[in-house]
C-alpha cells in the first residue's frame, strides 16, 4: 500500500473518502505554494501526522471575531473540519468545549509543554491593560506568556498584524509583532482570507518555518502584487476616467481613486484569489479598496470614501 493511503485510513474512519481527502491535500499544497513534485503527499503526511505537530493556542484581544468567522466558514477546503480538527486546537474562546478554569488549565499545560503554533486574533492595548481582559487576566500578559515557548506565532487580521481599528481608538491598541518585537508572520486584511491561513498554516506543517516573507512579515505569495496592478478598473484609471458621481449609470464601472480608493498603494491578491471562495472581492461590488492588509489600516486610511490627494 502506497504512504498516501496509509496515512489516509484515519480519514476515511471520519467518513472523508481518500479521493476527497487527496484532493483536499492538492488544494491546500496550492494555497501554500507548495508546488514540487511530490508535494501533495507530504501534505498528507503532514495533515494526518497533526496529532504529532505541534498543538495550537488561539488568542483573541481587542478584535471583533470576524477572522474566526472567516475561516471557520471556509467552504475549499473545510478548514473547521479538518485543518483545525488535526492539528490539535487546544485553546479558542468561541471554538472549545471546554470554559472557565478547565479552559485555562489546558492553555496553561499547553504552554508549559511548548512547541504549540501561537495564532492571535486583534491587537493589544497598551494605553492600559485593563481594556482588554480574558478570564480576569490582561490580554497583554496572556499573549507574552503564550509567546514564550511557541514554536510560530501567527497573527491573523488586520488588527493583530498592525493594530488595525483599535489602534485608532482610546486603547491605542499595536500587532503582535510590535507588541513581542520577536518574529511574526502577518496575515493581514480585515478580516483575514480564509486561504491565507490555510497556505500559511500548511506551510509550516510541511516545511517546519515560517513562508517567505515581505519587509512587514507578510507571505511573499499572498502581498507581493499591488490590487492596483490587478483590479479590472485600471484601464479606467489609465484614461483618467474616475467616478464621482454614484448615480451616474455611465460611471458605474469607472475607476474609484476619487472615491477613496487606496489599491493603488495597498499588497494583496484579492483580484486574483477574490473573496466568498472566489466569488466576489470590494472593487467588483463597487467598493473602493480600503487598504486593509496594509500598516496604514484604519486611522491613517480614513476617511475611507475620500481621496488620499
Known amino acids: 500500500m502506497s504512504d498516501h493511503l496509509k496515512v489516509s485510513e484515519k480519514f476515511v474512519e471520519d467518513g472523508v473518502s481518500r479521493r476527497d481527502f487527496m484532493k483536499f491535500c492538492a488544494t491546500a499544497a496550492t494555497l501554500a505554494g507548495l508546488v514540487e513534485v511530490g508535494m501533495v503527499q507530504r501534505v498528507a503526511e503532514a495533515v494526518t501526522s497533526a496529532a504529532t505537530k505541534p498543538p495550537v493556542i488561539w488568542l483573541e484581544g481587542q478584535d471583533c471575531a470576524g477572522c474566526s468567522i472567516s475561516v471557520t466558514n471556509s467552504l475549499n477546503p473545510p478548514i473547521a473540519s479538518i485543518i483545525l480538527d488535526k492539528i490539535s486546537l487546544r485553546y479558542h474562546e468561541a471554538l472549545m468545549v471546554a470554559s472557565g478554569s478547565m479552559a485555562e488549565k489546558v492553555r496553561q499545560e499547553t504552554i508549559a509543554q511548548g512547541g504549540h503554533v501561537l495564532i492571535v ?12 481582559m480574558v478570564g480576569g487576566h490582561p490580554f497583554s500578559k496572556i499573549v ?11 497573527a491573523i487580521g488586520a488588527c493583530a498584524s498592525f493594530g488595525g481599528i483599535p489602534a485608532a481608538t482610546p486603547t491605542k491598541g499595536i500587532g503582535v509583532g510590535e507588541f513581542l518585537n520577536k518574529p511574526v508572520v502577518n496575515l493581514p486584511t480585515c478580516p483575514v482570507h480564509t486561504d491565507h491561513f490555510v ?6 506543517l510541511v516545511k517546519g518555518a515560517a513562508p517567505p516573507l515581505d519587509k512587514l512579515g507578510r507571505p511573499m505569495l499572498y502581498y507581493s502584487q499591488l490590487i492596483h496592478d490587478n483590479c479590472r478598473r485600471r ?12 448615480n451616474d449609470p455611465q460611471q458605474q464601472e469607472w475607476c474609484l481613486f476619487e472615491k477613496g480608493c487606496k489599491g493603488p498603494d495597498t499588497y494583496s491578491d484579492c483580484p486574483i484569489r477574490r473573496w466568498n471562495d472566489g466569488v466576489n472581492f470590494c472593487l467588483d ?10 500598516p496604514t489600516f484604519y486611522e491613517k486610511n480614513s476617511p475611507l470614501y475620500k481621496a488620499a490627494i
Open 199 to 204: 497556505g500559511a498554516l500548511i506551510y509550516l
Open 121 to 132: 486574533e486583534g491587537s493589544i492595548p497598551t494605553a492600559d491593560d485593563r481594556y482588554c
Open 285 to 294: 461590488c463597487g467598493a473602493p479598496c480600503q487598504g486593509c492588509s496594509e
Open 144 to 154: 507574552k506568556e503564550s509567546a514564550e515557548k511557541a514554536s510560530a506565532i501567527i
Open 235 to 246: 484601464a479606467f484609471f489609465d484614461e483618467e476616467k474616475f467616478l464621482t458621481d454614484w
